[in-house]
């Protein structure tokens, strides 16, 4: 019995013993298990390649730009334009320029055979001979009056017809000026010059029209085309988005991608009666004559309003499922999917109302490639 007691003894240890061993290694395997799970691997990491491609631009706080969109087109600049009408009427005879013509000041644009010169050099032929006689018959009655077969009264009275007469070509010379008639001889033509030196842009005549006295329609129309206006339509809800020196830029149809810059010059008092619009004008300047009257004209007025909000490139937004999201860069490692809430956008700038914070740095190129490789 004691024999088997001690033989019994040892293999109870040896039991026990490695009994401990096993519990010992497997308490260390299940800690190993617990730290492996409390650090896990990163399931994307940004490679050199694919970081080379993107940007990362950071949130900032700006001024929030306010930004409207309106239509217009591009007519003359009015203070630089001419419209040519004739002081008489008559037949057209003869017309030196034609449309789109360059002309200069003083430059005969075309002529006319009127009744209205002719009666007015006869009227100045009269008025010659009324002051001729006029003079002859103050002569003689100086003479008269110095030699006492005349009285003073008579005298006086041949003076008096002398100023009048005398009035009276003055006048036939200064209506002959306004015309361009230099003398009261010669045929009864009239020509119509041009007043400053442009680009004839409308021509309503040609040989052998008939000119009305009561025309009230031009002949001629001519600018310079140095500078030409924009005309914007505002509507009546956005009329106070308007102010005066306000910038503009001006893009057109003909010239796709080329901008021109302007301020608001003026804002005209009154709505359109027919499209109810108040019309805005903006002047520019137009080297090389690119800009033709009647082109249609897209208008971006800009303006910097008093609050402030974190802004991000409008770029750096990525639009899935009905929400509008951004990559949050924090280490290649670590890139945030984050839902954000953008407002308005101007100048490439996308002001955001909920979701970031300034300071942190967003994908704002390519962020659709990042987008796809996170959430797949």
């Known amino acids: 019995m004691f024999l088997f007691d001690l033989i019994r003894q040892p293999l109870f240890s040896i039991s026990c013993i490695a009994l401990l061993a096993a519990s010992t290694g497997l308490t ?15 399931s994307f990491v940004l490679t050199d390649s694919l970081l080379s491609r993107i940007q990362l631009d950071t949130v900032r706080q700006r001024g929030v730009r306010d930004e409207l969109k309106l239509t217009g087109k591009v007519t003359y600049d009015e203070e630089h334009v ?138 001629f129309t001519i600018s310079n085309l140095q500078s030409v206006w924009v005309v914007g339509n505002v509507f009546e809800d956005d009329i106070a988005r308007v102010q005066p020196a306000q910038d503009a830029v001006v893009t057109t149809l003909a010239f796709p991608g080329k901008t021109y810059r ?3 010059a003026n804002a005209y008092s009154a709505l359109d009666p027919e499209s109810k619009v108040m019309k805005i004008r903006i002047r520019l300047p137009n080297p090389g004559n690119q800009l033709k009257p009647e082109m249609f004209a897209n208008v971006m007025l800009t303006s910097l309003s008093d609050s402030v909000m974190v802004s991000v490139p409008s770029s750096a937004l990525v639009f899935e499922r009905s929400q509008n999201f951004v990559l949050v860069f924090h280490d290649r490692k670590h890139i945030e999917t984050r839902p954000v809430t ?30 796809h490789a996170l959430n797949q």
């Open 342 to 371: 953008p407002g308005a956008s101007a100048g490439g700038i996308t002001y955001i109302r909920t979701g970031l914070k300034a300071g942190e740095r967003v994908v704002s190129k390519d962020p659709m490639l990042l987008y």
């Open 82 to 219: 001419n419209k040519v009408f004739p002081l008489v009427s008559g037949i057209v005879t003869k017309v030196n320029a034609s449309l789109g013509q360059y002309v200069q000041a003083g430059q005969v644009l075309a002529e006319l055979e009127s009744s209205d010169i002719a009666s007015f050099r006869n009227e100045s032929t009269a008025a010659s001979a009324t002051l001729a006689t006029a003079q002859r018959n103050l002569t003689s009655a100086r003479e008269l009056y110095q030699g006492g077969l005349a009285s003073e009264r008579e005298y006086e009275e041949a003076k008096q017809e002398v100023l009048k007469a005398r009035a009276e070509v003055q006048r036939n010379q200064a209506v002959g000026h306004i015309y361009g008639t230099k003398s009261a001889s010669g045929a009864a033509r009239y020509q119509v010059k041009a007043p400053a030196a442009g680009f004839v842009v409308e021509k309503a005549v040609n040989p052998r029209t008939l000119i009305r006295p009561d025309n009230d329609e031009a002949m």
């Open 28 to 42: 260390s395997c299940t800690d190993s298990s617990k730290d492996k799970a409390a650090v896990p691997e990163p």
């Open 262 to 264: 302007g301020k608001v």
